[in-house]
Nanobody
Framework: VQLQASGGGVVQAGGSLRLSCVVS????????VGWYRQFPGKRRDLVAV???????NYVESAKGRFTISRDNAKNTVYLQMNNLKPEDTAVYYC????????WGQGTQVTVSS
């Protein structure tokens, strides 16, 4: 199983970014996928998840600003992030829940004030 994340970068507060994560080596459509983030010196925490039916769940701070979606034909999960804030600065990781929990390599998101 491989997860390849992309789309991070540097953006000013109020701006937008879209993260993408391509998952290979598994049956993508039947499983939960999600995005987590890790602040410096902190543990990795959930940002958003989406299940095989398209049901979603978000951390409170992401509600109304972030949207998680999936394209099963492309084995890809996305995280559209709008109205970004400096406190969103973190390394973002995609996650695939299969027989084990699999992680992408992380992509840095930096929001300047």
């Amino acid at each position: 199983v491989q997860l390849q994340a992309s789309g991070g970068g540097v953006v000013q507060a109020g701006g937008s970014l879209r993260l993408s994560c391509v998952v290979s080596g598994v049956t993508f459509s039947a499983n939960v996928v999600g995005w987590y983030r890790q602040f410096p010196g902190k543990r990795r925490d959930l940002v958003a998840v989406i299940d095989s039916y398209g049901s979603t769940n978000y951390v409170e701070s992401a509600k109304g600003r972030f949207t998680i979606s999936r394209d099963n034909a492309k084995n890809t999960v996305y995280l559209q992030m709008n109205n970004l804030k400096p406190e969103d600065t973190a390394v973002y990781y995609c996650n695939f829940q299969g027989d084990l929990s699999y992680w992408g390599q992380g992509t840095q998101v930096t929001v300047s004030s």
